[in-house]
Structure formats: structure tokens, C-alpha cells
């Protein structure tokens, strides 16, 4: 499976997890015509349902009857925000309700958190996707937004990364303009030195992969009509020049649990990001072009969204290949990956606080890759080396012959001895070690 067929399965992989997500929190999709009243009828018997009644009803309504939508929304954050009916003893099925367990007391605690933040995400819809409607007017609505953000910031106020990230919007006084964004920044340029040993084994191991690909596509030419014997030479090669595939792998995935660490953290964060402002966020442009400006960190902004998505895109390009067939496969690898992302953060309306910090972390990538390998690999293809190890193609003669003016070797079993050999060498030994680079 080649590069491109690799990363189109991952791609349809990513596509699906989100389509699955989202109609999990949009609740059922079905043809019935769900109604308010069937919602409420459930509140009592299955909260859960309720839930999912309410969001079909929006969604069902959202096009053709704003004004049903936007109630059904405002009533969902009414129910789940409300812990006499939403996190009752019954919901979870309490032996006793009067005398409830400790995991019994934890679990309707988790259940009030949950439910303020179906409220919160309910709330902040109803502002957002139908502020013209009579009840998004209402000033019941912030009302209650200002009472749920207030329960929520309390509960993630004892939070490890709340502290933290508060700490770092404390040290330059908490200004709107300024503090938010520079708390993220600086967040990420910690994150990325603390990852910067292990991102320098990656850069390294994808700088000897690139040097073998030669190596690789002689080996490939030779035997493509073996692939058994194509697959052993090709890990011979790897273990001659002592290049491990997989070296990269590991560290590499260490980092993904930092970065759910880290988007954690910022959505513990969340509320007060909404206090936070940065460049055309929250300016004037917020109110002409409302759904696309954010108006604070808190919420979705599209131009940073495109800017993260090209960031992203750079980062990709500057990992070079020599082969041109392998760029082609790069440049459509690079761009579907880039559509993907947009349209998951998009769908799923993530803060610009988490694409801020996402865009800094990439432009740092960027940076180093360029350093590192980018450089480094254009260097090397400049002074006529191509990024490649330097060593000889056993030929058919047994000898060493050149390839596009650059030496590389495969390991051969086959290859006759020349005349003047020791007796004492097996005809399937292997090739001499690597000769040393000459300088220049």
C-alpha cells in the first residue's frame, strides 16, 4: 500500500469518526416528526431521549421554522441546566435516592456537568445560529448562559491546566487585548520544547529515510517481479545503512496524548477566553460579517481557520522527496488532508483559542522542519548528492556501477565473484560495508 492509499483510508476513516460525532450530538435523524410536547413527555421517564428529541426538533426545524428551532433549544438548556430535572437520582439509577452512595453522589455530579454543557452548547446555538429569532432576544438567554458559564468555570476552576493557562494570562494583566492570545502562545512554545528531543529523532529518522529512498526504488526496479524477495532486500538495505523504519513512530505518538492534553485544557479554559480578543478578532468586523469574525476566542473564526489550514498545508510541503513521482503523491496527500481539516474544525465549531495555538505550534514545526530537514535535504541535492547514502550498485558483473551520477547500493545475494577473490568468501556473502563520503 503505497503513501497515497494509505493516507485516502485514513482520510475516509477521519471522515466517518466525524460524521459519527456529529450526528451523536445533533441526536436522531430520523423522518418522524419529533415534537415539543413528545420531548417533554420524555423529560421525566428519559431524560437522555428528551436530549435527542429536542436536537431532532431543531434540526428538523432549523431551515423551514427558525422560531420552533430556536425554542426547542432554548427549552433543551432550560431542562439540562436545571438538576432537579436533569441529574436526579432516578436517571442513574440510584438503589436508595435518600441515601446515595459516594459513586452514586460522583456520577450525579458528572451528570450536572453534563448538563450544563449541553445548556451552554444549546445557548450558544441559539445566539449564533438564530440571533434573529424572537427567543434568542430574550434576556432570559444570557440570563442563563451567565449562570451555567459561572457553574462551569467553577467546576474547572480546580483543574491542573485552568491554573496553569490562568497563570500565564495573569503575568501580563488579564488585558483582553493582549493577554489571551499571548497565554496560548506562550503555551505552545513551551509544549514545543518540551517535545523538541523527540521531534529531533523524527526530523533525523525522516532525514535516512529520505537518503535510502534510491536505495529503495533500485531494489524495487530490480526484483519487482519477487515481491517476497523484494520485501527481504529491502529490510537488508534497512539494516545494512542501519536505518529503522520505525524509529520515528513512537515519538510521534507520545506527542498525540499531549495534544488531547492540551485541547483539554483550553476547554476548561473556554469561558474566559471570551474575554480575549486578537487582531480583526472581536474588532468591528465581528458585527458585519457575524458567523464568520469571531467576536472573542471563545468562539469559531473562519479567516484563522484558513490561515491554519494553509500553515498546515506548509508544514506538509517541507518534508522533500526526490522522487517526482512521490512529490505528486505529497501534493495530494498535503491538500486532502487540509479540506479534512477545515471541514472537521468547521463542523464542529472548535474556539479560535485552540486554532490559535494549533497555528503557533505549526509555524513552529515549520520552522524546524525547514532547519532540519528541508534545508539540509535541498543542500545535499545541490552539491549533486540528491539527499542520498553514497554507495554502489552491485551489479551483474559483481561490480560496483553508478546510478544518475550518484552511488547507491543494493544488497545482492547473486552476484558472481570476481576472479581474483578469496576462496574463504561464501558466493552469498554481502556486500562490502559503505565506503566513507568523499569530501568535497
Not at 430535572?85 to 436508595?96: K, R, S
Not at 512521490?326 to 487540509?338: C, E, G, K, P, V
Request: charged letters at 20%; glycine letters at 4%; aromatic letters at 10%.
Amino acid at each position: 500500500m503505497n503513501i497515497t492509499q494509505r493516507f485516502l483510508v485514513f482520510s475516509v476513516v477521519l471522515v466517518v469518526l466525524g460524521a459519527l460525532l456529529t450526528g451523536c450530538n445533533r441526536g436522531p435523524q430520523g423522518i418522524p416528526p419529533y415534537t415539543l410536547e413528545h420531548a417533554r413527555q420524555l423529560e421525566a421517564t428519559d431524560p437522555d431521549a428528551a436530549v435527542g428529541t429536542f436536537m431532532a426538533v431543531k434540526n428538523q426545524n432549523a431551515s423551514r421554522d427558525p422560531e420552533l428551532a430556536a425554542e426547542a433549544l432554548w427549552e433543551l438548556a432550560q431542562f439540562t441546566s436545571n438538576p432537579n430535572y436533569y441529574g436526579t437520582p432516578a436517571q442513574i439509577h440510584a438503589v436508595d435516592p435518600n441515601h446515595l452512595t459516594p459513586e452514586a453522589l460522583h456520577e450525579l455530579d458528572e451528570k450536572h456537568a453534563q448538563g450544563d454543557l449541553l445548556a451552554r452548547q444549546a445557548l450558544i446555538e441559539l445566539k449564533r445560529s438564530f440571533a434573529n429569532t424572537k427567543v434568542a432576544q430574550n434576556p432570559q438567554v444570557d440570563q442563563l448562559l451567565k449562570v451555567v458559564d459561572e457553574r462551569i468555570d467553577r467546576r474547572n476552576s480546580h483543574s491542573l491546566g485552568y491554573k496553569f493557562i490562568d497563570a500565564l494570562v495573569a503575568i501580563t494583566g488579564r488585558k483582553p487585548d493582549f493577554s489571551y492570545w499571548f497565554a496560548l502562545v506562550l503555551l505552545a512554545i513551551i509544549v514545543r520544547a518540551l517535545t523538541f528531543p523527540l521531534m529531533l529523532r523524527i526530523y533525523a529518522n525522516q532525514r535516512e529515510m529520505q537518503r535510502m529512498q534510491p536505495i529503495i526504488r533500485e531494489i524495487q526496479a530490480r526484483y519487482k517481479d519477487d515481491p517476497q524477495v523484494m520485501f527481504r532486500k529491502v529490510q537488508e538495505a534497512y539494516k545494512e545503512h542501519g536505518v529503522n523504519q520505525f524509529a520515528s513512530c513512537l515519538p510521534m505518538l507520545i506527542q498525540y496524548p499531549l495534544l488531547i492534553l492540551m485541547f483539554e485544557w483550553i476547554r476548561a479554559y473556554e469561558i474566559h477566553f471570551a474575554n480575549g480578543h486578537f487582531l480583526w478578532i472581536g474588532s468591528h468586523l465581528a458585527d458585519r460579517f457575524p458567523g464568520i469574525v469571531a467576536h472573542n476566542l471563545a468562539e469559531m473564526d473562519v479567516p484563522l481557520l484558513l490561515i491554519y489550514a494553509a500553515s498546515m498545508y506548509l508544514s506538509i510541503k517541507l518534508t522533500p522527496v526526490s522522487d517526482p513521482q512521490m512529490a505528486q503523491q505529497q501534493q495530494t496527500s498535503s491538500l486532502i488532508m487540509t479540506f479534512i481539516m477545515i471541514y472537521f474544525f468547521y463542523q464542529e465549531g472548535w474556539s479560535s483559542a485552540f486554532l490559535l495555538y494549533w497555528l503557533v505550534l505549526n509555524l513552529i514545526s515549520a520552522a524546524q522542519q525547514y532547519y532540519y530537514i528541508y534545508r539540509p535535504t535541498k543542500l545535499a541535492q545541490a552539491t549533486g548528492g540528491n539527499g542520498a547514502i553514497t554507495l554502489k550498485v552491485i551489479g551483474e558483473n559483481g561490480k560496483g556501477v553508478e546510478r544518475d551520477g550518484q552511488s547507491t547500493s543494493v544488497p545482492s545475494a547473486t552476484a558472481p565473484q570476481s576472479a581474483g577473490s578469496s576462496s574463504s568468501r561464501s558466493p552469498s556473502a554481502r556486500p562490502a560495508p559503505r565506503p566513507r563520503r568523499k569530501k568535497r
